[in-house]
C-alpha cells in the first residue's frame, strides 16, 4: 500500500527515492503530480542497474492497487511506458500479463522502442488498436508515421541484420498506414513509390497517402532511376489530378519520356495480382476503394502525351518571354517533328514565333532544322534535308546544326556530306568545352564517323579518326574515347552478321545522335 501525501512537497528526482516513498505509504492522493515526475525520475533511468527491477514493481504496485481507479492506473501506467519503454522495451511483458488500454503517446513508445524479434509494429498495431485511446489528432499522425517506417524501413532486428523481408502485402499496410498520416515524409514517399514500381503496381498509389507533389519531386530529382513506363503512369497522376503543381520545365521533361513510352512496346509494367492484393488489404481495413482502369502504357502516353500539348495550347505556355517559354518552344519543334510526324505543324509554329514571340528564335530555328535532317533520314527523303538547308539563314553556322546536316546528307550522299565537314572542320573550335567535355571538331569528327560507319564505310571511318588524331583535330583522350565507342556500336550492330539488320540498328543511332 502506498499514498503520495508527502509528494504534494516536492517532485521526486530518481527511480529509486519514487519506488521508496510508494512503497510506505497506505494511501493514495496526487496522480497529477506522480505524472509530472515519471518524466524527471526517468532522466537518468538506467535498466541496467536497479532501476530496472524498481520500475517494473511500481508498474505492478499500481496495477494492483485498490486506491486506484481503472482510469488512474491507465494513465499512470501509460506515462511509465511513454517514458520507460525507450530504456527498457521488457516493462511492456510486465504490463503485457494485466490489461491494458493504451493511449496514441503510449502506442507509438510501444512500436517505436519494438526491436522486432517476436512481433512486428503492425502485429502490435493490430493487437492494441481497438481498444486505444485513438482521436485522429496530430499526436495520432505521429503513431502512424512510426509505424509507417517501420513498415518501410525495416523493425530494428531486421535493420540490425540487414534482412528486411519486404513483400506486396508489407507494402499494402504501408499504403493503408500512409492514409493516416498527415504530411508522409520526402523518405517514406520515396520507399513507397519505389515499391509500387518495383512490385508494378503503381495505380495503388491512388489510394495512398502520398501526395502528388511528392510524387513529383521523386521523378524530377534524382531520388532513383524511373524507367518510362513508370513515369507515365506517375506523371499522368499528377498531371490528372493537379495539373497546377506541373511547371514548364517539368512539362518538357515529361514530353520527352511520354513520348518515348507512347512510341514503344508495352512491356507489361502493371502486376493485377499485386494490385488486387492491395486491395484486399486495404478493404480489409474499412477503406473504401474507387476503382481505376488499368490501361496499357502505349494507350496511357499517347492520352497523356495529347493532353499535355492541349494545356500548352490552352495556357500559351510556349508564348512569352521568360526562358522557361523558350524550353516549351524548343520541345515543340520536337515533339511535332521528331515524335509525331507532323513537321508542317512544327513548321507553322516556328512561323508564327518569327512573327509573335522572336525571343531565342534561333535555338528554335536549330532545333527545327534537326527535326527536318530527322525526318530525312527517317523517311529516306531528301526533299526534307533541303528544306533544313533553306531554313540555314544564320551567319554563323551551330556546331550542333552542322553535325546533324553531316548526319542527314550520310544518308544520301556519304561524299556531300566529307565535302560538308571539310568546308568546316579547320574553322571550328578545337578546345575542349569545360561542361560538355567536347570539342568542336571531335562533334563534327564523331558525326563524320558515324555517318561513314552508316554507310557501311568502316576502313574510312577508321582513316578518318587517325588522321583527326594525327592532326590534332583531336587531341582530348575522353574524347578520343568517345569516339571509339562507335566502333563497338558498329560491331554490335553486327551481331547477326546481317547487313539489312545492321543497317537498321545504325539508323536508329543516327536517329538519336540527331534528336541529342
Same mark, same amino acid.
Given at each position: 500500500m502506498f499514498s503520495l501525501t508527502r509528494f504534494n512537497r516536492r517532485l521526486y528526482s530518481s527511480i529509486a527515492e519514487l519506488h521508496k516513498q510508494l512503497s510506505h505509504e497506505p494511501s493514495f492522493q496526487g496522480k497529477q503530480k506522480l505524472l509530472q515526475t515519471i518524466p524527471i525520475a526517468f532522466e537518468k533511468f538506467s535498466s541496467s542497474d536497479e532501476n530496472g527491477e524498481l520500475v517494473h514493481d511500481i508498474v505492478k504496485t499500481v496495477q494492483n492497487h485498490a486506491a486506484l481507479s481503472k482510469d488512474d492506473k491507465v494513465d499512470l501506467i501509460n506515462q511509465f511506458m511513454i517514458h520507460g519503454l525507450p530504456h527498457d522495451y521488457s516493462l511492456y511483458f510486465t504490463v503485457k500479463k494485466g490489461s491494458h488500454s493504451w493511449t496514441t503517446d503510449s502506442l507509438a513508445k510501444l512500436i517505436e522502442a519494438n526491436p522486432g524479434?517476436?512481433?512486428?509494429?503492425?502485429?502490435?498495431?493490430?493487437?492494441?488498436?481497438?481498444?486505444?485511446?485513438?482521436?485522429?489528432?496530430?499526436?495520432?499522425?505521429?503513431?502512424?508515421?512510426?509505424?509507417?517506417?517501420?513498415?518501410?524501413?525495416?523493425?530494428?532486428?531486421?535493420?540490425?541484420?540487414?534482412?528486411?523481408?519486404?513483400?506486396?502485402?508489407? /507494402? *499494402?499496410?504501408? #499504403?493503408?498506414?500512409?492514409?493516416?498520416?498527415? $504530411?508522409?515524409? @520526402?523518405?517514406? =514517399?520515396? &520507399?513507397?513509390?519505389r515499391l509500387a514500381i518495383q512490385y508494378k503496381c503503381i495505380p495503388t498509389?491512388?489510394?495512398?497517402?502520398?501526395s502528388n507533389e511528392q510524387i513529383l519531386k521523386v521523378i524530377s530529382g534524382n531520388e532513383f532511376e524511373v524507367d518510362d513506363?513508370?513515369?507515365?503512369?506517375?506523371?499522368?497522376?499528377?498531371?490528372?489530378?493537379?495539373?497546377?503543381?506541373?511547371?514548364?520545365?517539368?512539362?518538357?521533361?515529361a514530353l520527352t519520356r511520354v513520348e518515348s513510352a507512347r512510341n514503344g512496346q508495352d512491356t507489361g509494367e502493371v502486376d493485377n495480382g499485386n494490385i488486387s492484393e492491395v486491395k484486399?488489404?486495404?478493404?480489409?481495413?474499412?477503406?473504401?476503394?474507387?476503382?481505376?482502369?488499368?490501361?496499357?502504357?502505349?494507350?496511357?502516353?499517347?492520352? /497523356? *502525351?495529347?493532353? #499535355?500539348?492541349?494545356?500548352?495550347?490552352?495556357? $500559351?505556355?510556349? @508564348?512569352?518571354? =521568360?526562358? &522557361?517559354?523558350?524550353?516549351?518552344?524548343?520541345?515543340?519543334?520536337?515533339?511535332?517533328?521528331?515524335?509525331?510526324?507532323?513537321?508542317?505543324e512544327a513548321l507553322a509554329k516556328f512561323h508564327d514565333y518569327q512573327a509573335h514571340e522572336k525571343f531565342g528564335i534561333e535555338l528554335v530555328q536549330h532545333k527545327l532544322i534537326a527535326a527536318f535532317c530527322y525526318k530525312a533520314v527517317e523517311q529516306h527523303n531528301e526533299h526534307y534535308l533541303k528544306i533544313a538547308h533553306t531554313l540555314m539563314t544564320m551567319e554563323d553556322i551551330p556546331i550542333k546544326v552542322l553535325s546533324v546536316l553531316i548526319l542527314a546528307r550520310s544518308e544520301f550522299d556519304d561524299?556531300?556530306?566529307?565535302?560538308?565537314?571539310?568546308?568546316?572542320?579547320?574553322?571550328?573550335?578545337?578546345?575542349?568545352?569545360?561542361?560538355?567535355?567536347?570539342?568542336?571538331?571531335?562533334?563534327?569528327?564523331?558525326?563524320?564517323?558515324?555517318?561513314?560507319?552508316?554507310?557501311?564505310?568502316?576502313?574510312?571511318?577508321?582513316l578518318l579518326f587517325e588522321m583527326a588524331q594525327k592532326n590534332n583535330i583531336v587531341s582530348d583522350e575522353y574524347e578520343a574515347t568517345t569516339l571509339k565507342k562507335l566502333f563497338k556500336v558498329y560491331g554490335d550492330a553486327f551481331a547477326e552478321d546481317n547487313w539489312e539488320i545492321a543497317h537498321a540498328e545504325l539508323k536508329k543511332y543516327v536517329l538519336q545522335a540527331i534528336r541529342r
Open positions: 524479434r517476436v512481433d512486428q509494429g503492425w502485429d502490435l498495431y493490430k493487437k492494441y488498436i481497438d481498444g486505444s485511446n485513438i482521436n485522429s489528432d496530430a499526436a495520432d499522425s505521429l503513431l502512424y508515421q512510426i509505424l509507417l517506417e517501420k513498415l518501410l524501413f525495416g523493425e530494428k532486428v531486421e535493420i540490425r541484420d540487414s534482412d528486411i523481408e519486404m513483400s506486396v502485402n508489407r /507494402l *499494402a499496410r504501408a #499504403i493503408y498506414v500512409s492514409t493516416k498520416v498527415d $504530411n508522409v515524409t @520526402l523518405e517514406s =514517399s520515396v &520507399e513507397i513509390i498509389l491512388y489510394w495512398s497517402g502520398v513506363e513508370s513515369y507515365v503512369q506517375l506523371f499522368n497522376k499528377v498531371f490528372r489530378e493537379s495539373p497546377e503543381l506541373v511547371d514548364k520545365e517539368s512539362i518538357c521533361k484486399r488489404v486495404l478493404r480489409a481495413e474499412g477503406v473504401a476503394i474507387s476503382d481505376h482502369s488499368v490501361i496499357a502504357i502505349p494507350e496511357m502516353a499517347s492520352s /497523356l *502525351a495529347d493532353s #499535355i500539348l492541349s494545356y500548352i495550347r490552352t495556357n $500559351n505556355l510556349d @508564348l512569352d518571354k =521568360s526562358a &522557361e517559354s523558350l524550353l516549351v518552344r524548343i520541345k515543340l519543334m520536337e515533339v511535332y517533328g521528331m515524335d509525331r510526324n507532323d513537321i508542317q561524299e556531300s556530306a566529307l565535302e560538308l565537314y571539310n568546308e568546316y572542320i579547320n574553322s571550328v573550335p578545337k578546345n575542349i568545352n569545360s561542361v560538355t567535355k567536347r570539342s568542336g571538331s571531335g562533334l563534327l569528327t564523331e558525326a563524320m564517323m558515324l555517318g561513314s560507319l552508316y554507310n557501311k564505310d568502316r576502313e574510312f571511318a577508321s
